[in-house]
């Protein structure tokens, strides 16, 4: 049973370069979230998908793109990197949006140079 | 002023140490209390999950929640070397993983 499963788990962009974080769940939960987490700053959410078909902003939103590809899948896009978006990235996932209980990837570490 | 105040440590203790974890925050409608584990170049893991004030008590684990005081503690009896992990309060008011508050951790080192 892998869990919440994120590729990839290390990355380097150049500043303008393009992106997709993947993540895949396999305990059939509604909701899942995209976080960044920064020294100091703490767990900050990008994105969540409350169920299949829905998408919502969080605390720090700007720069991003998702995409819930299924009930199984939601993916992170940065569009144009930025310095500022050099951070590690986890995707988590939840029973139901009302469900405070995060279950979590290992992280994409992500540099923009 | 941040929602969740969270001392960084670093904290190190000898191994079989009683630890104590703690997060203050200043809103009152926080009624959910978690405490996540992290070990290092690992995502976060539900430690603990508490509602409302009182204590709740999981092995060598008890997670104390205050809420006249807006302070929450995790204690950890009889420290292992494997607790060494970055620790990580949240909570949330309004129920729903998005509106969730995480503190910035606290790291902890039990020394054999």
């Known amino acids: 049973n892998a869990g919440v499963t994120q590729t990839p788990k290390f990355q380097v962009l150049k500043t303008g370069q393009s992106m997709t974080l993947q993540c895949a769940q396999d305990m059939n939960h509604n909701s899942m979230y995209w976080y960044r987490q920064d020294p100091g700053m703490g767990l900050r959410l990008i994105y969540y998908s409350a169920s299949e078909g829905t998408t919502d902003k969080g605390e720090v939103p700007n720069g991003y793109n998702v995409s819930r590809l299924n009930k199984r899948e939601f993916s992170l896009r940065l569009e144009s990197a930025a310095p500022s978006q050099t951070s590690v990235y986890f995707c988590a996932s939840s029973r139901q949006s009302t469900n405070e209980k995060l279950f979590f990837g290992s992280g994409t570490q992500l540099s923009v140079l | 002023q941040k929602e969740v105040e969270q001392d960084p440590g670093p904290l190190s203790v000898p191994e079989g140490a009683i630890v104590s974890l703690n997060c203050t925050y200043s809103n009152s409608a926080f009624q959910y209390f978690m405490w996540y584990r992290q070990y290092s170049r690992k995502g976060p893991e539900l430690l603990m999950y508490?509602?409302?004030?009182g204590n709740k008590e999981d092995g060598r684990f008890t997670a104390q929640v205050d809420k006249s005081s807006k302070y929450i503690s995790l204690f950890i009896r009889d420290s292992q070397p494997s607790d060494s992990a970055t620790y990580l309060c949240?909570?949330?008011?309004?129920?729903?993983?998005?509106?969730?508050?995480f503190g910035t951790g606290t790291r902890l080192t039990v020394i054999p």
């Open positions: 508490t509602y409302s004030s």
């Open positions: 949240a909570m949330v008011g309004i129920t729903g993983a998005n509106n969730l508050f």
